[in-house]
Structure formats: C-alpha cells, structure tokens
C-alpha cells in the first residue's frame, strides 16, 4: 500500500507539472522539497568550480494563469503565471535543499502581502530567451537561461524582467553565488558623478544588454519614453562584495552640441 501512495504522489507531482506548462520537465524528487503548494516552473544543474552538483529550482505558490490583453503594448510578460515566486539551490547529487530566496520586483506585488511576480509561459522573444518562435515571434521561453554573468567562472545566473513603460523594461540578475555556495538576487551599486551612490536590485534595461565579457559591461543607450538624455554605463562585478558596480554618466540632449557645417570655398567669413 506505501508503494502504492508513493506511485500515486509522483504520478500527481508529474500532472501538476504538465498542467503547468513547465519549460521544463522537474525531477520528482525535488517536489518533495518545496511546500505542498509549490509549483515547479523550471530546474537547471549546473556545475561549480568546486565540483559540486548544484541545481537551480525556479516556483511559485498557487500562481495564477494569466492570459494578455489584445490592447497591450506589454511585450515582457506576455501570457504568464502570476504569484508568489521562489529561487532555489539544491544539492542535485544528495537532493537536498541548500536555501531559497524570495524573488522581490521593485513595483510588482509591492502592495500585495505575498508579493506576487509574473513568470511568462508563451510569449515574445524581445526580452526572454525564446528557443522556437513563431511567425509572431513568441513562444515557450527559458526563464532558467544560465549564463556567466559575473565573470566568476560559473554558468549559473540569469536576468529577469520587469514591467516599466512600452519601450523599456527593469532588470536584475539572480542565480548563483560562487564564493557563498547559494542562490542569490544580486544587487547593483550605482555612482553617478555628482549623486549619492545607491544599491538596488533593479535597473532599467542594463542586463538586456549582452556583456563585452563575463562580468563587465560598457554600453550607451537611450531610454526614450520622454527621457531627454543618453545614459553611458560601464559595469563590473566585485567578487568581493559580490555586487555589480554600475558607473553612469547621464548627457543631456541639451549639452550635445551640434558640429557647425563646413564653409564653402570663397563664401563669407
């Protein structure tokens, strides 16, 4: 009878996946370490410079299915699921929990008890990385699209995004912590000349932009949406702190001067 219910909880744990639309498929194991509640979104191993086998758990409490509006101009989340969400690091050898970590946006669910986020099932490769799109250019995103963004050697982070106008969206940078051996939500010190320097772990479009190298990033960009400026960035990652360190300059339109045309040959001096 105990195997019986054993079959029966890991045949359930499979159909809850399924019915989820899972990018991909999580070893059943790893359901008997979450919450009764806990949905499964997607798993990645991965590998230390230790030689550890560590594994990444992206899930979410009783979330909801969200369909988009055909009016809308949101092009980061598309069709989503919406609720509480979760980042974890296993031991994928000994399949064990290592720690989990609240994933916190800066505006969505600030209001809200349990702090919901969106996590898209199908939707546009402008942002998330999308494996087969359609004619439309959507489909089933990695959310769990492990990079070495922090120039430590490890395959072991990814970038999430956040609503913020039409044409732009926040981003932050969470996964794995070589030097603490956990799953984190990194955050990013930012020094402008002139401003107090601040850390948060959100910033307008910055890690939608592809690293000159792991860990370093040197870029310009135009926010648009009635911003009058360029914003330069030049971005390293502290091993140390374990922070990335954001050095901005913000031009104005203003303060761009125009080159004068050249004068003709014999004209007025």
């Known amino acids: 009878m105990r195997a019986f219910r054993s079959l029966l909880s890991s045949v359930a744990a499979l159909v809850t996946l399924a019915n989820l639309g899972a990018q991909e498929k999580a070893p059943v194991w790893i359901q008997g370490l979450l919450p009764l509640e806990a949905k499964v979104i997607e798993t990645a191993e991965l590998k230390t410079r230790r030689g550890n086998a560590r594994g990444l758990v992206l899930w979410m409490l009783h ?24 980042l974890s690091l296993v031991d994928w050898r000994n399949k064990t929990l290592i720690n989990t970590i609240e994933i916190l946006g800066l505006y969505e669910g600030s209001d809200e008890p349990e702090h919901g986020f969106p996590i898209p099932f199908h939707v546009s490769n402008a942002y998330y990385n999308v494996p087969q799109i359609n004619k439309n250019k959507e489909g089933v995103p990695r959310i769990l699209n492990l990079r070495d963004l922090t120039g430590e050697r490890v395959v072991g982070q990814f970038v999430l995004f956040e609503f913020d106008t039409c044409t732009s969206a926040l981003t932050t940078v969470l996964g794995y912590s070589d030097r603490t051996d956990t799953a984190v939500q990194f955050q990013i010190e930012i020094s402008e000349p002139g401003e107090k320097t601040e850390v948060v772990s959100w910033v307008p479009h910055l890690f939608r932009e ?5 860990g370093y990033w040197n870029f310009t960009w135009e926010p648009g949406h009635g911003a009058d400026c360029w914003i330069h960035e030049q971005v390293t990652f502290d091993p140390v702190r374990r922070l990335f360190v954001d050095q901005q300059k913000i031009t104005p339109y203003s303060d761009v001067v125009a080159p004068q045309a050249a004068k003709k040959p014999g004209g007025a001096g």
């Not at 592809?210 to 792991?214: A, F, T, V, Y």
């Open 63 to 86: 979330p909801k299915r969200v369909m988009r509006q055909a009016d809308t101009c949101d092009w980061v989340y598309g069709d989503h699921w919406y609720g509480p969400t979760r």
């Open 210 to 214: 592809k690293p000159i190298r792991p």
